[in-house]
C-alpha cells in the first residue's frame, strides 16, 4: 500500500517562497505520476502539479505555473514542490497525491492522497 507523507508547510509572507516535500513508501514509484492538489478554504480542490516518476516529465496548473517548481529524488522517493512569489491566494491545504494515470491534473487519476500540510500566505 502507497503511503504518503507531507511536510513543509507553514505560515509565509507574500512573496515569500517555501518548499513542500512528499516522501513516499509502500511501492516501487518507476510508473507513477505524484503531484500536488490543494484546497482552500470555500473552494473546490484544484491540481497544483504532478511529475513523472519514470521520466521526469511535469504538469503545472496556470495559475503557478512560472512560480512553483516541482522535482523528484528517486533514490530517496521524494517529491518536492518549490513554491516562490507566493500570495495570499495560494493560502490552501496542500495535498501530495499518486497515481498511475497520464499526468494530468485531475482527480479521479490519483488514488493515493496524503494526509495534506497548511500554506498559509499572509502578512
Known amino acids: 500500500q502507497l503511503q504518503l507523507v507531507e511536510s513543509g508547510g507553514g505560515l509565509v509572507q507574500p512573496g515569500g517562497s517555501l518548499r513542500l516535500s512528499c516522501a513516499a513508501s509502500?511501492?516501487?514509484?518507476?510508473?507513477?505520476?505524484i503531484g500536488w492538489f490543494r484546497q482552500a478554504p470555500g473552494k473546490e480542490r484544484e491540481g497544483v502539479s504532478c511529475?513523472?516518476?519514470?521520466?521526469?516529465?511535469?504538469n503545472y496548473a496556470d495559475s503557478v505555473n512560472g512560480r512553483f517548481t516541482i522535482s523528484r529524488d528517486s533514490a530517496k522517493n521524494t517529491v518536492y514542490l518549490q513554491m516562490s512569489s507566493l500570495k495570499p491566494e495560494d493560502t490552501a491545504v496542500y495535498y501530495c497525491?499518486?497515481?498511475?494515470?497520464?499526468?494530468?491534473?485531475?482527480?479521479?487519476?490519483?488514488?493515493?492522497w496524503g494526509q495534506g500540510t497548511q500554506v498559509i500566505v499572509s502578512s
Open positions: 497525491v499518486a497515481g498511475l494515470g497520464f499526468g494530468n491534473l485531475l482527480e479521479y487519476e490519483y488514488d493515493y
Open positions: 509502500g511501492a516501487t514509484l518507476d510508473y507513477y505520476y
Open positions: 511529475i513523472s516518476m519514470s521520466d521526469g516529465s511535469t
